[in-house]
């Protein structure tokens, strides 16, 4: 599958994005689709991830401020991130895979399949 994300910008602290992802190539619904960031200097960490049966699970540091959805009929999954802090400026990705299970799904080395990254840049 092929996945390519969209939706970063320049912010102010307190504002909203929406991240995108859409995929192609193979069934969207047989996915786990989770979005990761990396900040500069930093390693890639788990932000939220949604499963086949559209379970949701995030980090502690977004948790009430981002949600996780996914439309499988326009094969995109989505990150809406809301009170955005300065915090959060990293580059995001999505990945998806089909042998996610709960004790990996917050691991990005797990994951077969990655978007290029779109950045977000959260100003105080």
């Known amino acids: 599958v092929q996945l390519q994300a969209s939706g970063g910008g320049l912010v102010q602290a307190g504002g909203s994005l929406r991240l995108s992802c859409a995929a192609s190539g193979r069934t969207f619904s047989n996915y786990v689709l989770g979005w990761f960031r990396q900040a500069p200097g930093k390693e890639r960490v788990f932000v939220a991830t949604?499963?086949?049966?559209?379970?949701?699970y995030y980090a502690d540091s977004v948790k009430g401020r981002f949600t996780i959805s996914r439309d499988n009929a326009k094969n995109t999954v989505y990150l809406q991130m809301n009170s955005l802090k300065p915090e959060d400026t990293a580059v995001y990705y999505c990945a998806a895979d089909q042998g996610i299970i709960s004790s990996t799904m917050r691991t990005s080395q797990y994951y077969d399949y990655w978007g290029q990254g779109t950045q977000v840049t959260v100003s105080s």
């Open positions: 949604i499963r086949r049966s559209g379970a949701t």
